[in-house]
Antibody, heavy 120, light 109 residues
Framework: EVQLVESGGGLVQPGGSLRLSCAASGFSVSGYYMGWARQIPGKGLEWVSV???????FYADSVKGRFTISRYTSRNTLNLQMNSLRREDTAIYYCARAYNINYYARFVYWGQGTLVTVSS | DIQMTQSPSSLSPSVGDRVTITCQAS??????LNWYQHKPGKAPKLLIY???NLETGVPSRFSGSGSGTHFTFTITSLQPEDIATYYCQHHNSLPPMYTFGQGTKLEIK
């Protein structure tokens, strides 16, 4: 059974850093397209970052240069290193996995989300 | 960058109504468009992928159509459990690109 469990959210001051992790079970993170999306309070959904199975990456313009997506195959986790955090990064962050290797955008598996609050 | 314009921003239909949401791309994106449902406190749910393919397990009252720059999402007979916000989402493989529309919030009348 595919399971995704996010962790690492919390309260951080503006300018600070946070590292989100998504523990995967039932499959290997190295073999699938995986990503992070977020729901900003009162606003819509935004894809934050996606890593393709071959290693190509996508970053939203709003996080480019500040966030880094990576996979730790030994721990079977997907990570999101978030630096220089801003108040507008406050959101629920979701981890997601695509259906299979043939569908880079068919994200059918999702975690429950982890809340990141950037505030002083 | 490709811009996605989704309309309307909100709807107040009645149970049993036909609901239609449109998404316009600023340039030709072929069929590279998905539709998601998002309920408060829940993870987003993929309903339609590649413009018109119904995701496994999704009720047949949901459908999608279109290609190029104009896309349509339809619920043929609205059910109470369909109350949510719906998003179109453009995607591209090379270079990787994922962009949501602004969302359409459904509230039952």
């Amino acid at each position: 059974e595919v399971q995704l469990v996010e962790s690492g959210g919390g309260l951080v001051q503006p300018g600070g850093s946070l590292r989100l992790s998504c523990a995967a079970s039932g499959f290997s993170v190295s073999g699938y397209y995986m990503g992070w999306a977020r729901q900003i309070p009162g606003k819509g959904l935004e894809w934050v970052s996606v890593i393709h199975s071959g290693g190509s990456t996508f970053y939203a313009d709003s996080v480019k240069g500040r966030f880094t997506i990576s996979r730790y195959t030994s721990r079977n986790t997907l990570n999101l290193q978030m630096n220089s955090l801003r108040r507008e990064d406050t959101a629920i962050y979701y981890c997601a996995r695509a259906y299979n290797i043939n569908y880079y955008a068919r994200f059918v598996y999702w975690g429950q989300g982890t809340l990141v609050t950037v505030s002083s | 960058d490709i811009q996605m314009t989704q309309s309307p921003s909100s709807l107040s239909p009645s149970v049993g109504d036909r609901v239609t949401i449109t998404c316009q791309a600023s340039q030709d994106i072929s069929n590279r468009l998905n539709w998601y449902q998002h309920k408060p406190g829940k993870a987003p749910k993929l309903l339609i992928y590649d413009a018109s393919n119904l995701e496994t397990g999704v009720p047949s009252r949901f459908s999608g159509s279109g290609s190029g720059t104009h896309f349509t999402f339809t619920i043929t007979s609205l059910q109470p459990e369909d109350i949510a916000t719906y998003y179109c989402q453009h995607h591209n493989s090379l270079p990787p690109m994922y962009t949501f529309g602004q969302g359409t919030k459904l509230e039952i009348k």
